[in-house]
């Protein structure tokens, strides 16, 4: 592997009232790499995905990733809601933290013109977000997100609140993207579908407090299409996964 870009080592979490989000979690994220959270709701899965952003502090351990280093541009991160200003059209929405970063309107057209285009929504730059189905308002975060060129994409169960689909295009595109730009990627989801589908590693994490429980490498080269789906590996790696979630949770 890939010296690592994201590094956690012993990290716990307690919020105030006693309640403990993570216990002991290590974890390693390489240059380029697609690496998968999956766990049962509330094992501290969006709360690990803070962490490596900067948006919250371990309460034990440590946390080194792009975010917390010389340049927080490093990072980006998709929610699961897409997050855009109503009353802002879809490039003004893209453009933001090129415009938070200082850069004029001039300056960033060719990189928001670019970041549409490879989300496939070039023709709608001038649209109003409430002009558009849900995928299409996620492909907009997704642009605004690779907009900054981050050498770390997060990302916290983007994909969820959409048809399946919607979801499994989203998933090609993403890849699509990662293979364009060559980030790496953290991702949360609830599918084992999803994470066979899009990650090169898959983390599963235990019931409250989480922690790291078993791993599983996924043995299929990028770029990996539609068609991936209907592989005896693709198969294979969801049975595995399956049995591997259900044994954690037993």
Same mark, same amino acid.
Request: with cysteine; net charge neutral.
């Given at each position: 592997? &890939?010296?690592?870009?994201?590094?956690?080592?012993?990290?716990?979490?307690?919020?105030?009232?006693?309640?403990? /989000?993570?216990?002991?979690?290590?974890?390693?994220?390489?240059?380029?790499?697609?690496?998968?959270? =999956?766990?049962?709701?509330?094992?501290?899965?969006?709360? %690990?995905?803070?962490? *490596?952003?900067?948006?919250? !502090?371990?309460?034990?351990?440590?946390?080194?990733?792009?975010?917390?280093?010389?340049?927080?541009?490093?990072?980006?991160?998709?929610?699961?809601?897409?997050?855009?200003?109503?009353?802002?059209?879809?490039?003004?929405?893209? !453009?933001?933290?090129?415009?938070?970063?200082?850069?004029?309107?001039?300056? +960033?057209?060719?990189?928001?013109?670019?970041?549409?285009?490879?989300?496939?929504?070039?023709?709608?730059?001038?649209?109003?977000? &409430?002009?558009?189905?849900?995928?299409?308002?996620?492909?907009?975060?997704?642009?605004?997100?690779?907009?900054?060129?981050?050498?770390?994409? =997060?990302?916290?169960?983007?994909?969820?609140? =959409?048809?399946?689909?919607?979801?499994?295009? %989203?998933? *090609?595109?993403? =890849? /699509?993207? !990662?293979?364009?730009?060559?980030?790496?990627?953290?991702?949360?989801?609830?599918?084992?579908?999803?994470?066979?589908?899009? +990650?090169?590693?898959?983390?599963?994490? +235990?019931?409250?407090?989480?922690?790291?429980?078993?791993?599983?490498?996924? /043995?299929?080269?990028?770029?990996?299409?539609?068609?991936? !789906?209907?592989?005896?590996?693709?198969?294979?790696?969801?049975?595995?996964? +399956?049995?591997?979630?259900?044994?954690?949770? /037993?």
């Amino acid at each position: 592997m &890939n010296e690592a870009l994201v590094a956690l080592d012993g990290v716990t979490k307690r919020f105030d009232g006693g309640v403990q /989000a993570l216990a002991g979690v290590d974890l390693r994220v390489a240059a380029g790499e697609f690496l998968t959270l =999956l766990g049962p709701s509330g094992c501290g899965k969006s709360t %690990l995905l803070r962490l *490596v952003a900067g948006l919250d !502090r371990a309460s034990s351990g440590t946390v080194d990733a792009p975010a917390l280093r010389s340049d927080a541009a490093d990072t980006a991160f998709v929610f699961q809601d897409a997050t855009l200003m109503p009353w802002a059209r879809v490039a003004d929405n893209v !453009r933001l933290p090129l415009r938070l970063a200082g850069e004029s309107r001039a300056q +960033s057209a060719p990189r928001v013109a670019r970041a549409l285009a490879s989300v496939g929504l070039a023709e709608f730059a001038q649209a109003f977000p &409430n002009q558009l189905s849900g995928g299409m308002k996620m492909r907009v975060s997704i642009a605004r997100a690779l907009v900054t060129q981050p050498q770390l994409l =997060l990302m916290d169960e983007p994909f969820a609140a =959409l048809d399946e689909i919607t979801r499994q295009k %989203l998933n *090609v595109d993403l =890849l /699509a993207a !990662r293979d364009a730009q060559g980030f790496a990627t953290l991702f949360v989801t609830h599918s084992v579908y999803e994470a066979v589908f899009l +990650s090169q590693r898959v983390l599963v994490m +235990s019931a409250r407090p989480g922690r790291i429980v078993a791993e599983l490498k996924i /043995a299929a080269p990028y770029p990996r299409d539609a068609g991936f !789906r209907h592989t005896p590996t693709f198969v294979e790696a969801c049975a595995t996964l +399956s049995a591997a979630l259900e044994a954690a949770h /037993a």
